[in-house]
């Protein structure tokens, strides 16, 4: 079915917001294509990533799922092809599809807009 979704895009895959990946060791229904455990928040910039998700869990709940996951948020960009990327891989199809102005080996939302 993955395939079905995106097997008539023609256009190549670009970034499309800041995301951050809370892997909590939890398989979520919606997520990313390639996220097997967690969930992703996004956002225009990766402050308001954060702020959604302690809108959405309350800080104690998402201080706690944090701990469970040993503190393991992953700061990166959801891409038009529904897949998670971290900064560096962002950064090597930012550059590629030229959205950014500058040649960059880590992705900032400010590099994009």
Known sequence: ??????????KP????????HFDDGIKH?????????????CGRRHHNCYV???????NE???HRMNEANGKAT????????????????AILAVEQKQTYRDTDLLFSEDLY
């Open 1 to 10: 079915m993955e395939e079905e979704l995106f097997s008539n895009v023609k």
């Open 13 to 20: 895959e670009y970034i499309l917001c800041a995301a951050i």
């Open 29 to 41: 229904e919606h997520q990313p294509r390639n996220i097997e455990s967690g969930f992703v928040v």
């Open 52 to 58: 959604t998700a302690f809108i959405i869990n309350g």
């Open 61 to 63: 709940s998402m201080a």
């Open 75 to 90: 700061q990166g960009f959801l891409t038009s092809k529904d897949r998670f990327l971290d900064r560096k891989q962002s």
